[in-house]
């Protein structure tokens, strides 16, 4: 696409980042199945490696196929730049890497995806860094966590399992006040339904194993960058705004302003940690982004009935879903959420954890997976997979108690899926 006018969201899922190829001129992207691209010369393989030229050197630091999916997706996010990488795990690697040291600390969410509980409460500590864990509904709490060491706030915009929706715009004011980076992982959102960026956040984090993707083939991850925050306001972001050792005392910030973190996540990143998304999988994430607005739409809308017939069910407790109207989040949706609360919620079935483990078993087009965001429905009981390596407390602070099931509802017929959870809650509360 040229830089001509700007597009809209579903014409831009489109063709962000894409041309006719220029060797063939194949309509469709494609798979650059190579490691290594030929230099034109020794002074071009030097320029690319000075970071004078851009250019493609060898597959683990950047591919043309895997370009145009790290294009569009900066697009959609609205952010400067885009780093993909192998999956959203390893996306949140890349994007605390070029901010935390031995000592340093992330002020995160209580309700985030089982598994960020555990990288960030346990697996980082291997790094020296460590996080700190708050209700994020309570900014008090929220600030108060903040200290001297703390180099990032991090929450989920739809967070899972919960679905709750977090108020992007209050954290974003207190990661500034604190001359810190708001981090939000939109996985359970997509740019579709929020952009985060738009609301103040810095960092963008995405599992594009999830919606982006839509199918459930591949795993992937990418780090989106605004471009907007200044890493030379202090000292606390030496990596970016200071000379960086790892890179022959590169300035990032002084030398690709707001590409710097982008370029240091190409440069450093995927350079020594490795994580690099393949080709192949990237196509499969650039087919499924073709139809995320569609498919975003179908998911609302019947997680929308889904979650209003469970509500009114009698064996059933609660539901979480932040779309409905009787929702305490409903203010919230409206104001930053406008096209939907997502199509990812939990609900509390009469009879607790036996009850939970009969529905998920009874279920037929339900799929019982540890997944999210595909176009089939699909249901887990947290407590006993995702969420297992939490404390009691920390699984009902995360909203994955022992009596609820966590569901992502997908694009079949409403109909369906309702007819499809009425007979197995009838045989999980006989
Ligand atoms: C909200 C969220 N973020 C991150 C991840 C991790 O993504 P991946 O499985 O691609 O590493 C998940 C996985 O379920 C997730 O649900």
Redesign the pocket.
């Known amino acids: 696409m040229s830089d001509g006018p700007t597009y809209g969201f579903d014409t831009l899922q489109i063709h962000a980042g894409a041309r006719p190829d220029p060797a063939t001129g194949s309509r469709q992207t494609p798979i650059y199945q190579t490691t290594a691209y030929v230099f034109r010369d020794a002074d071009h393989a030097a320029a690319l490696f000075n970071l004078q030229e851009v250019g493609y050197i060898y597959s683990r630091l950047t591919n043309p196929t895997v370009a145009v999916l790290q294009e569009r997706i900066a697009t959609l996010e609205g952010g400067a730049g885009a780093v993909c990488c192998s ?4 996306a949140q690697i890349m994007a605390l890497f070029p901010l935390m040291g031995p000592g340093c600390n992330v002020v995160a969410s209580t309700r985030l ?1 089982g ?2 509980v555990t990288q960030l409460s346990q697996t980082i500590k291997r790094f020296g860094w460590s996080a700190t864990f708050v209700d994020t509904d309570d900014l008090d709490a929220v600030k108060a966590a903040i200290d001297e060491n703390t180099r990032a706030v991090f929450c ?1 915009s739809i967070a ?1 399992p919960g679905g709750y929706v977090t108020d992007i715009r209050a954290l974003a004011d207190i990661a500034d006040a604190a001359g810190l980076p708001l981090i939000v ?1 939109n ?2 959102a997509t740019p579709y339904l929020c952009r985060p960026i738009e609301h103040g956040a810095t960092l963008v984090v995405h ?1 594009t ?2 919606y982006l993707t839509g199918n459930g083939t591949v ?3 990418c780090v989106v960058d605004s471009g907007t925050f200044d890493w030379s306001a202090s000292d606390k972001f030496p990596s970016l705004s200071q000379p960086e050792p790892a890179y022959h005392g590169l300035k990032f910030h002084e030398t690709f302003g707001p590409l710097a973190f982008t370029f240091h996540g190409i440069a450093i990143g995927l350079r020594d940690l490795g994580m690099t998304m393949n080709p192949q999988g990237a196509h499969y994430t650039l087919m499924g982004i073709e139809t995320l607005s569609l498919r975003m739409q179908r998911h609302v809308e019947n997680a929308e009935r889904v979650a209003g017939w469970l509500e009114a069910d009698d064996r059933v407790d609660y539901v979480t879903y932040a779309g409905l109207p009787s929702s305490p989040y409903a203010e919230r949706v409206k104001a930053q959420y406008p096209k939907g609360a997502g199509a990812l919620f939990t609900f509390a079935v009469k009879g607790g954890y036996d009850a939970c483990v009969k529905l998920v078993n009874a279920l037929e087009i339900f799929s019982h997976v540890a997944n ?1 965001g595909d176009a089939r429905s699909l249901i887990i009981h947290s407590a006993s997979t995702t969420h297992r390596q939490l404390t009691p407390e920390q699984q009902e602070a995360a909203g994955a108690g022992a009596n609820v099931v966590r569901i992502s509802i997908g694009i079949e017929d409403a109909d369906d899926l309702i007819a499809d959870l009425d007979q197995a809650l009838s045989k999980a509360t006989a």
């Open positions: 999956s959203g795990h390893a995806y598994g960020s989920e899972n992982d996985t359970s599992s194993t999830k795993t992937g991850g999210l």
